[in-house]
């Protein structure tokens, strides 16, 4: 991911065990400002992101910085760019597991177990590369009260309930975040927040097969109605600056949940398209090779990682386990001490102990 990755970018990048972002990445969804929606699968990889900032960097399409992506979990390693080539040199004499050319179906039950060790393998080797010490300067660029923010609006059972939240929340933050959405697409507003909530809980297979569904519901509508036309034709083929948007179509005149259907018109999916490139399917992403997330914090405070474990640990405690189980990573301390700003709760038997909230 070094340089831009935008759009196409990031749908060719995010589903890798491994992503590296450097100090020349800037990552962004842009399709909200053409009257499209966040596709190659980033509606499954999106709201598997904290506290539903997937969401917020889908809607409003801002731009992260490399260091932004890898501690928001868009990428796993942050390497300096002129370190990339000497990376490349030592990955591809690393030996990676054989598939089964004679039995190809053996490879969909195997693969996730026979690249274990050699992820391994790759991880300890990135890991070579990467920045050691982050820049004095850096600070992510979301506080912890506006991911707060976002994590309560987007969690919201509608787009128009989290527009409120935003709208009568009071703060800079909140005003400027519904300024952005207001200014996007009724329909790819109200198209993307549904087909994020249904990644969350589709496979990543369906959720491919549902993006390419309501990509060629799209592109069949009308002309006159269809937000797509109007924002390509805006945005990059006139080039129009001031207004920043076209007129977009009022939502009265739009039915969302046709969008998400298939239909008469919709591209014929019996034997599904993808079904041919897809060695694996999960609901979740077996790996994450990259800094800690809410979901595996959550499970060694509860004491859900396996290790049956019956006691609260300490803060310290939490940072020694990620450490000794192989994310000991550049800025883990920094990560793990906002999510537990924003989710740890000091024991009411002992504040020195952290249990876990929501």
């Not at 070579?128 to 660029?141: A, G, I, R, S, V």
């Not at 969008?259 to 999960?282: M, R, W, Y």
């Not at 997330?293 to 990620?322: A, C, M, W």
């Amino acid at each position: 991911m070094d340089g831009i990755t935008m759009g196409g970018g990031v749908g060719l990048s995010v589903h890798a065990p491994f992503r590296i972002a450097t100090e020349k990445t800037k990552l962004a969804m842009p399709e909200m400002d053409i009257g499209f929606f966040p596709d190659v699968g980033t509606t499954f990889f999106l709201p598997r992101l904290d506290d539903k900032i997937g969401y917020y960097y889908a809607l409003t399409g801002e731009i992260l910085s490399g260091l932004d992506a890898y501690f928001a979990g868009f990428a796993t390693h942050y390497v300096p760019s002129d370190r990339i080539p000497a990376l490349i040199n030592r990955l591809s004499n690393l030996q990676p597991p054989a598939l089964n050319e004679q039995n190809p179906s053996e490879n969909e039950s195997n693969i996730l177990e026979s690249n274990r060790e050699y992820f391994s393998q790759v991880n300890h080797a990135i890991e070579e590369f990467t920045e050691t010490k982050l820049p004095n300067d850096y600070k992510y660029p979301l506080a912890l009260e506006e991911i707060q923010l976002i994590n309560q609006a987007f969690s919201s059972k509608t787009i128009d309930e989290a527009l409120t939240i935003f709208e009568k929340h009071g703060s800079d933050f909140a005003r400027k975040t519904f300024a952005k959405l207001s200014a996007k697409s009724p329909t790819s507003l109200r198209v993307a927040f549904e087909l994020l909530n249904k990644g969350a809980q589709n496979s990543i297979r369906d959720q491919f097969e549902l993006e390419l569904v309501t990509a060629s519901n799209i592109m069949n509508r009308k002309i006159e109605e269809n937000d797509f036309v109007k924002g390509v034709s805006h945005k990059l083929i006139e080039k129009i600056k001031e207004p920043a948007f076209p007129d977009w179509t009022p939502i009265e005149n739009v039915n969302i949940e046709a969008l998400l259907k298939k239909s008469i018109q919709t591209v014929k999916l019996q034997n599904p398209l993808i079904e041919q490139f897809f060695g694996v399917n999960f609901n979740n992403y077996p790996f994450n090779m990259g800094l800690p997330n809410n979901k595996q914090v959550e499970d060694y405070i509860t004491g859900n990682d396996g290790s049956g474990r019956s006691y609260l640990p300490t803060p310290s405690e939490v940072t020694k386990h990620f450490k000794a189980t192989g994310y000991d990573k550049l800025g883990l301390d920094i990560k793990l001490g906002k999510i537990l700003s924003v989710h740890g709760e000091a024991s009411k038997y002992d504040n020195k102990y952290v249990s876990w909230k929501e």
